[in-house]
């Protein structure tokens, strides 16, 4: 069992920016594409943002042109980058090797002054 460990969370201001990696104990990212998804209390947990194993990504409506979702192989880690962040973007952010059963434990993130 490959294991996903998600950090880089926290809290911050509206407007505010931070950077979640997802490392991988193997290289399960070079053969599976890799996901950032998030849970708000009383929320469903939703797809964030996604990269397949040769780098096309897709983002969720609510944070295109804000998040960026990039991979790097040799170090089995992947990224999401959160630049104007909002209060909706609060939540507990999980990473995920898609189409397997492996995900991280998750990382909180608080937007708020």
């Known amino acids: 069992q490959v294991q996903l460990v998600e950090s880089g969370g926290g809290l911050v201001q509206p407007g505010g920016s931070l950077r979640l990696s997802c490392a991988a104990s193997?290289?399960?990212?070079?053969?599976?594409?890799a996901g950032w998804y998030r849970q708000a209390p009383g929320k469903q947990r939703e797809l964030v943002a996604v990269?397949?194993?040769?780098?096309?990504?897709n983002y969720a409506d609510s944070v295109k042109g804000r998040f960026t979702i990039s991979r790097d192989n040799a170090k089995n880690t992947v990224y999401l980058e959160m630049n104007s962040l909002k209060r909706e973007d609060t939540a507990v952010y999980y990473c995920h090797a898609v189409d397997t059963s492996n995900w991280g434990q998750g990382t909180q993130v608080t937007v708020s002054s």
């Open positions: 193997g290289s399960i990212f070079r053969i599976y594409a």
């Open positions: 990269i397949t194993k040769g780098g096309v990504t």
